[in-house]
């Protein structure tokens, strides 16, 4: 598990480091706003705990810019500041999670795994949609009872569409989720895969479950 710390302050930034290093997390620093924007989008985290008062980018710049390209990726928000106004800004904004300086190193622990926790998908659950059932650990999907055959790329696709019913996923996620890929690959690869797998999904069944958001990306969903 990746985390990133964005906080100015050098003492917090290194107790925050060490303790979660101790941990068994893999840790990157950003003394400030617009370093730590830079490695939120271009390396890949699981998670990142950002200050609000940071020197040249704010953490509210940070989080709106970062959901918008992964809104899926957990932040949360470490900070001095303990108004009400600003937890319901920070959390209107995206943040997933609010912790206010000073703070038990114990407690903001336990809230890191409960936000790793939430993300996590559980593979023994099997999966429906409509007709659609996914067996995740059996690598086996139906449609009105019909065995479907996927690639494995395919399936990992599907799987992501599914564990995320109803959330418009970006190409630029999906190629990430996916293929690995970041933000600045092909992603017309994302269209084509997408296309494969409504041949073999959707188009000989009613009714249709992969929907085209467009600009954005793709939603599962029955409508
Ligand atoms: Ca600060």
């Known amino acids: 598990m990746r985390i990133l710390i964005i906080e100015d302050e050098i003492k917090t930034a290194g ?5 979660l290093v101790e941990h068994g997390f893999s840790v990157d620093w950003a003394p400030d706003g617009q370093q730590g924007l830079f490695l939120a989008l271009t390396e890949n ?3 990142i705990i950002l200050d609000v008062m940071l020197p040249k980018l704010e953490g509210w710049a940070i989080v709106t810019s970062v959901k918008k390209e992964y809104p899926h990726l957990p932040l949360l928000f470490l900070t001095a500041r303990d108004t009400t106004e600003d937890k319901v800004k920070g959390l209107e904004l995206g943040a997933d999670d609010y912790l206010v300086k000073p703070f038990a190193f114990s407690e903001l622990l336990a809230r890191i795994r409960a936000r790793l926790r939430k993300g996590e998908f559980k593979a023994t659950n099997m999966i429906s949609l409509a007709n659609l059932q996914i067996d995740p650990l059996r690598y086996r999907v139906t449609r009105t009872g019909q065995r479907i055959e996927l690639t494995q790329k395919e399936f990992a696709l599907l799987l992501l569409l599914a564990t ?10 999906i190629a990430e989720k996916v ?3 970041n933000f600045d690959s092909d992603v017309n ?5 997408i296309r494969r797998l409504r041949r073999k999904v959707d188009d000989p069944f009613e009714p ?3 929907h ?8 599962m969903e029955i409508r």
């Open 15 to 19: 107790f925050l480091k060490k303790g």
């Open 45 to 47: 985290y699981d998670l």
């Open 164 to 173: 995320h019913q109803t959330e418009v996923l970006s190409r630029t996620l």
């Open 179 to 181: 293929w690995d890929m």
């Open 189 to 193: 690869t994302v269209d084509v895969m």
């Open 208 to 210: 249709k479950l992969i």
């Open 212 to 219: 085209t958001v467009r600009g954005v990306g793709y939603v």
